[in-house]
């Protein structure tokens, strides 16, 4: 009785109940759009300058970080290297020598990053071969180098040129060499782009007379949210020498950003909820008004006040649910195609975020907690809204409902 009831309420004002359905699957379209944008840019982000080369950790000696030069490195060792790779979570390891150098070709000279890396071991960490737009992979046993395919750009060389590296080596000794670019490869991040040189580890701790050397191990970890755990068995294996950090911490810069973003954007969807819910409310507010004297009537020929507020409490959470289903049928398909199809900007604002190292790109992510939690959202809403319309009738007097 009551659902037929409310169904034919729901169909009385065709014109009230699809103007309600369309603010709510507008509400839900532009709410998901929003949190899949944000979580795709950050994710994305974070691909890009942690997954593909920093790491969700890194092992460093202890003091390395504060001041990044070779003679803070560590001796490699191989028994603790295999260790560390059978943490529970820990899916790889990339072992590294890092230090800043001069790199010249020609008459151009330009300040870069020189990582010393085993060259199967990167490729399982950041799928380096992966990202050669020009050129061959090269092998642990070569003296070649791939470039950053912004920094082949500013010194205008290209695969079999020579490039000549330049730096102070370990204990003060001068490093120079010359080498092979055996490959070009393009990165999501401008930063590392513009400025990345990667040779093979033997050759870079042979170039910095550096033998058995590392600066850092690098781990890639299977579930991020347990990031924390993981650091601290890998923090307990290592032993007090070492030093072992998130991300967060070797880019307090980066977290910070997303955080701040995060905090804005839960500030414009509280907004957005509150034009929501008077939206919502209006709409049942005209509803209870307009139907005063049908309900007076109904009270007066003995309709228990409690079954009519239902009734009414039935026919939002109906017009509710239809209005956050379109939205999720609408939404999905336009999350997916922007995941696929990301939004690139140009200009000024691009320029902007290369410069602080981020790639100028905003692609939407598909995860659905997402819709979920933003379809949860608008039903507790529309649910606590409804009830306004029980205490509307059990406060009614009939009498005074049918007076016009």
């Known amino acids: 009785m009551i659902l037929k009831l409310t169904w034919r309420n729901l169909w009385r004002n065709k014109r009230r109940t699809f103007i309600t359905m369309a603010s709510v699957t507008f509400a839900v379209v532009l709410a998901v759009a929003m949190q899949s944008f944000q979580r795709g840019i950050f994710d994305n982000l974070v691909k890009n300058i942690v997954s593909f080369y920093y790491g969700y950790i890194q092992l ?3 003091g390395y970080w ?6 803070n490195g560590f001796i490699s060792d191989d028994s603790l290297l295999l260790r560390l790779q059978k943490i529970k979570g820990v899916t790889k390891v990339a072992p590294r020598l ?24 990167e490729n399982d960490f950041s799928q380096l071969q992966a990202k050669l737009v020009s050129g061959e992979y090269f092998n642990s ?23 000549v590296i330049l730096s102070q080596g370990y204990q003060g000794t001068l490093a120079a060499g010359k080498y092979r670019v055996k490959g070009i490869a393009r990165f999501g991040s401008p930063d590392l782009n513009n400025r990345i040189i990667y040779l093979p580890l033997a050759a870079t701790q042979a170039f910095l007379n550096a033998e058995g050397l590392l600066t850092s191990l690098s781990f890639g970890i299977e579930q991020p949210e347990k990031m924390i755990p993981i650091k601290e068995q890998i ?3 290592a032993g007090m020498s070492y030093e072992v950090m998130t991300w967060k911490e070797l880019m307090p810069e980066i977290a910070n950003h997303i955080r701040a973003d995060g905090s804005s954007f839960y500030i414009f969807t509280g907004i957005l909820y509150l034009i929501i ?24 020929i003995g309709m228990p006040k409690l079954r009519l507020g239902i009734t009414l409490l039935i026919e939002t959470i109906w017009i509710t649910i239809t209005g956050v289903l379109a939205g999720v049928l609408i939404s999905w398909p336009v999350v997916s195609w922007f995941s696929k199809n990301p939004i690139r900007i140009s200009g000024k604002m691009a320029d902007v975020y290369e410069r602080f190292g981020f790639e100028a790109l905003f692609p939407a992510s598909v995860h659905l907690p997402i819709f979920i939690m933003q379809s949860l959202t608008v039903l507790i809403i529309a649910f606590l809204l409804g009830l306004y319309p029980v205490w509307y009738v059990y406060k009614l007097h009939p009498v005074t409902a049918m007076k016009k």
């Open 141 to 163: 046993n070569e003296e070649s180098a791939i470039l950053g395919e912004g920094l082949s750009e500013r010194l205008n060389i290209k695969t079999g040129d020579t490039i």
């Open 60 to 62: 460093h000696n202890k």
């Open 277 to 300: 819910g008077f939206g919502i409310f209006g709409t049942i507010l005209m509803m209870a008004t307009e139907r005063r004297y049908e309900f007076g009537m109904l009270i007066a």
């Open 66 to 71: 504060d001041e990044r030069i070779i003679d």
């Open 98 to 121: 890092e230090t800043f150098v001069l790199a010249s070709a020609g008459n151009t000279t330009k300040g870069a990053m020189l990582v010393g890396t085993d060259p199967k071991r």
């Open 235 to 237: 923090d307990l294996m």
